[in-house]
């Protein structure tokens, strides 16, 4: 085919470059074939059909053989970043380019700029559409006009140079493109067994089970001396906990039901997690700027990002499966100090209102009050009969008061959204400490916010903004605007890379990854994994 292919590209240069009657007779029949193509075939974007119309409808990629074979080798290596080969008919582009027919010839061309087209678009943003995941996702990613990738494929000298540019810039990428062929390389058919969920294993102990530990870790290339001791010792005590680090867990060496089920997923599994975020990186292939706000949910971490700098991090509490929180971008304008909590009608019916029936004292023990629905008018719960209201009938709107108990803390952070979620204090610290941290009904809990307020207003999580601690001292419901509104990114990666360049995993606590990795199928994807 080789071969084939080296004459097909001779043969074609010799004639579009000499000047003589055959010459003429074959090129007319080239363009006219590429015309006539295109003239019959709605279905390809308009933009390359400007793109020919330019060039007289003289090929492009037969009449530069270099930037074909380049092409071709790029289109073969698609698997790398994760993309279905398939999708880019590659195996129709190698038939087409061992044809030495016109008409052939003239497809063969269209192909592949219509490939190109489609490749750069899906390496630069991403080939499945998010929102069509799950309501709870609401990113839309940039997109480049076809004419914008074509201009460059003109002015371009090499289609390597400019696909690479056009790839995400972001480090991890790179990081999971290598992690990706680690996995591929590694025997699947010769995996360690699994460790039995039966007995919690820590130091000091001996069991037959840390046999199975030690072989565990050892393919997963943790480097420690294996001594085949089914005794519990320090250095594999130390092992444990950098695991535990490095997956999200509570580093304390005891190796229970959740660390067992990490050490037990499966490489088939980790390729599928590493496919699915290559995807999200590309949603994100844009300029943040140089000041964000980023909050990755499976990591349950927020930082704070000024001229590209990490100034504030924290960790955070997001959303039950059941009342997951959103993948959205927006803008943070404000914080409100000394909150008031206006309970979510969904909340007050579903949880409240059965608490309210039963104990007349529950919103006065909670500070809080009940409202006409619509109105400021109080209404005292000792004077109406609580029980004749259902979920579908309740009139009211329960506030909960400024306070040490207000459900959301002492402040909040507002980006206004059509998913009503924000970021806040709480007084319900103990749960920071839990390393799997999805309790609350959608909205962000933060861990460190008064150090996320210094940061947001005076740039420094460390310098008391005196603004912040006046309107937090005197109790009072009070708005503080930012100086200037900052982007908030609120993300799903369940596979990251830490502060020393490791790969972490995450659970994928939504089930999104089974969803875009569904998707990533239908588009075409089949690597074996």
């Known amino acids: 085919m080789k071969n084939c292919l080296f004459l097909t590209i001779v043969l074609l240069s010799s004639f579009l470059l000499k000047s003589s009657p055959s010459f003429s007779t074959q090129t007319q029949a080239l363009t006219s074939d590429i015309q006539h193509l295109l003239e019959v075939s709605p279905e390809i974007n308009p933009a390359t059909n400007v793109f020919y119309q330019e060039r007289n409808y003289m090929p492009y990629w037969l009449d530069k053989p270099d930037a074909l074979s380049e092409f071709t080798l790029i289109l073969k290596s698609t698997p790398r970043h994760g993309l279905p080969i398939e999708r880019y008919e590659f195996d129709k582009i190698l038939k087409l380019k061992s044809s030495d027919s016109s008409i052939d010839l003239a497809k063969l061309d269209l192909l592949l700029t219509e490939k190109f087209l489609l490749y750069a678009k899906d390496l630069s943003h991403g080939i499945v559409d998010p929102t069509s995941l799950t309501s709870s996702i609401n990113i839309e990613p940039k997109t480049t006009e076809a004419e914008t990738f074509l201009s460059e494929l ?24 290598l992690e990706l062929q680690r996995l591929l390389a590694k025997d699947k058919t010769n995996q360690v067994s699994n460790i039995p969920i039966e007995t919690t294993l820590e130091l000091g102990m001996s069991h037959p089970n840390i046999l199975s530990l030690r072989k565990k870790l050892k393919s997963l290339e943790y480097s420690y001396t294996d001594n085949g001791s089914e005794t519990f010792d320090e250095e594999l005590h130390k092992t444990v906990m950098l695991f535990q680090e490095d997956s999200g867990l509570n580093a304390d060496g005891v190796v229970g039901r959740k660390t067992i089920q990490a050490l037990n997923v499966p490489i088939e599994t980790r390729i599928v997690q590493v496919l699915v975020n290559l995807e999200r990186i590309r949603w994100l292939n844009f300029d ?53 909590w206006h309970v979510p009608k969904s909340i007050a019916v579903d949880e409240y209102l059965p608490k309210i029936q039963e104990d007349p004292e529950f919103l006065i023990n909670n500070e809080m009050n009940l409202y006409v629905r619509g109105t400021t008018k109080i209404i005292d719960p000792n004077l ?68 996320f307020a210094n940061a947001l207003l005076s740039n420094d999580e460390n310098i008391e903004n005196s603004q912040f601690y006046s309107a937090l001292n005197n109790g009072e419901e009070t708005q503080l605007n930012l100086p200037q509104s900052i982007p908030v990114y609120l993300i799903y990666r369940t596979v990251i890379v830490d502060d020393f360049g490791t790969i972490n995993y995450r659970p994928d606590i939504y089930g999104r990854d089974a969803l875009l990795y569904m998707s990533l199928i239908s588009s075409g994807l089949n690597i074996d994994v």
């Open 288 to 340: 943040k700027g140089p000041d964000y706000v980023i909050v990755n949910q499976p990591n349950y971490e927020a930082k704070l990002i000024k001229e590209n700098n990490t100034i504030w991090e924290s960790n955070v509490v997001i959303g039950l499966p059941d009342f997951q929180t959103a993948e959205f971008f927006d803008q943070m304008t404000h914080i409100i100090v000394n909150p008031t």
């Open 384 to 451: 109406i009969d609580m029980s004749v209201f259902t979920v579908d009938n309740f009139p009211f709107e329960i506030k909960q008061n400024p306070g040490n108990i207000n459900a959301l803390g002492k402040v909040k952070f507002m980006f206004p959204n059509k998913f009503s979620i924000y970021m806040h204090d709480t007084p319900m610290k103990p749960l920071f400490s839990k390393d799997l941290r999805a309790f609350s009904h959608g909205c962000v809990r933060v861990e460190r916010p008064f150090k």
């Open 154 to 177: 003109n002015e371009s000298p090499r289609i390597k140079k400019f696909l690479e540019e056009t790839q995400p810039n972001d480090p991890d990428y790179i990081k999971l493109q």
